[in-house]
């Protein structure tokens, strides 16, 4: 019965974790809290929105999931098959912000840039679907869209707003 009450207040104290409030779903925060090492410095989407022009994006997603929508501007650098030649052309201080769907594979390919000396790195926390979310806008080739890639039916429970899109 201890373990169990531990685990419980655990992700009690998860769910409500001060420094990632800016999620307002509670347990898409807790779930966020677990699935990320939290190793590289994260910026909300209020803040990475506010100073959009200050950042250059990069979508750490599959390219079909860039093709649905991404944030405007955004530069896609994939993740499995993400090489750092793709940026060889940006100075080591650039500030630059890596999304995915939720901030997992935008954080590997964070820690990959901290590694190679890139400076000013940042996860966005919660992802593409927590930009969304809070009524942030994103772009496919044809301009403004509705259409968000949920990945799959169990990530894309996440995504509050916008037209889910699936598959390939």
């Known amino acids: 019965m201890k373990v169990k009450n531990a685990i419980v207040a655990g992700w009690l104290l998860l769910i409500a974790a001060p420094g990632h409030s800016q999620v307002e779903n509670g347990a898409y925060r807790a779930l966020l809290n677990v699935l990320l090492d939290h190793s590289v410095p994260e910026l909300t989407v209020h803040e990475a929105a506010a100073s959009a022009s200050a950042y250059v994006f990069l979508d750490a997603r599959e390219w079909r999931e860039y093709e649905v929508s991404h944030i405007a501007q955004a530069k896609w650098v994939g993740y499995k098959t993400f090489e750092l030649l793709q940026l060889q052309q940006l100075p080591k201080d ?75």
């Not at 939720?102 to 966005?124: M, P, T």
């Not at 994103?138 to 894309?156: Q, S």
């Open 94 to 168: 650039t500030p630059i912000v890596v999304y995915c769907s939720v901030g997992y594979r935008s954080e590997k390919i964070a820690e990959q840039l901290i590694r190679a000396g890139f400076r000013k790195i940042w996860n966005l926390y919660g992802g593409i679907f927590e930009w969304v979310n809070a009524g942030y806008p994103v772009y496919n080739t044809n301009g403004p869209t509705e259409e968000v890639h949920a990945y799959d039916r169990k990530w894309g429970v996440w995504l509050k707003r916008g037209k889910k899109v699936y598959g390939n």
